[in-house]
């Protein structure tokens, strides 16, 4: 009886340890991928986060002679100069492989919206566009936040984004009246926001709104949901009184 009060208990721990491992595992394993996609990107990136370590550590070393002149003193200090060492080379790491992700997303259908969803303080992204012309491929992604409702455009024609974005924005005036609602166009060329500064001019705009506010929001914009903008029939024709050819069925 003993033996097998004693066997569920280490099953149990067993368990325990394989559910954390993997947490751990995981964590290390992103960061190994996020500086392998900096390095790929930029091979002096691991040069450069390095230095930053070593050099702050030696800046933190210098001080602690010069100010405390002791050994506790001097360690203190050189201990400080390599946590904010470590800091800089993190943060550096991050801008590096935030670069290489956006040089990899350049040009490839849906950019915009993957940019869109990054950003935070308060921006709630729709998961999917709410307009998409199915021939040319133009997409419209919409974000709602304190500064209102914000719709981006993506495609290769910038005229055609254009008016897929005032023909949006006019949809979307008439559910949501008093409530801002911007537009802007994501791509290099001018006029254009570029992917890399996207959430900068989010973050912009003046705040109007509050977070019920949004919220309502949000639920009155769940009204217009997704649409796919679909070739347009030809004036004179009605769809439902159109009739086979059986002539040309037949091959006559």
Same mark, same amino acid.
């Given at each position: ?50 230095a930053a370590l070593v ?6 070393v210098v001080v602690g002679?010069?100010? &405390? ?10 201990? &400080? ?6 800091? +800089? ?40 566009? @709410?307009?998409?012309?199915? *021939?040319?491929?133009?997409? @419209? ?16 024609? =910038? ?32 006029g254009q926001v570029p ?12 705040? *109007?709104?509050?977070?019920?506010? @949004? ?5 009155? +914009? ?10 347009? @029939? ?11 050819? =059986? =002539?040309?069925? =037949?091959?006559?």
């Amino acid at each position: 009886m003993s033996t097998n009060s004693e066997t569920p208990r280490k099953g149990l721990f067993g368990r325990k340890k394989k559910d954390r491992a993997p947490k751990k595992n995981g964590r290390i394993q992103q960061m190994r991928e996020v500086f392998n996609l900096a390095r790929k990107h930029n091979p002096a990136s691991a040069w450069l986060m390095a230095a930053a370590l070593v050099g702050l550590t030696l800046v933190g070393v210098v001080v602690g002679l010069l100010v &405390s002149g002791g050994v506790f003193g001097t360690i203190l200090w050189g201990v &400080s100069g390599l946590l904010a060492g470590a800091v +800089l080379a993190m943060f550096m790491l991050g801008r590096y492989a935030e670069t290489a992700a956006f040089d990899q997303m350049r040009g490839q259908p849906g950019a915009i919206g993957a940019v869109l969803n990054t950003a935070r303080r308060g921006w709630l992204m729709d998961e999917q566009p @709410i307009a998409v012309d199915p *021939r040319t491929q133009e997409m @419209i992604f919409r974000t709602t936040g304190r500064a209102g409702v914000v719709l981006v455009g993506e495609g290769r024609s =910038r005229h055609k984004v254009t008016k897929l974005l005032d023909k949006e924005k006019r949809r979307h005036e008439k559910v949501v009246r008093g409530v801002p609602v911007h537009t802007f166009q994501g791509g290099e060329n001018d006029g254009q926001v570029p992917m890399e500064n996207l959430t900068k001019t989010l973050y912009k705009l003046p705040k *109007r709104l509050n977070k019920a506010e @949004i919220l309502a929001v949000r639920n009155r +914009l769940t009204g217009i949901g997704s649409i796919a903008t679909r070739p347009p @029939i030809p004036k004179g024709v009605d769809p439902n009184n159109i009739r086979p050819d =059986r =002539r040309s069925l =037949r091959g006559r």
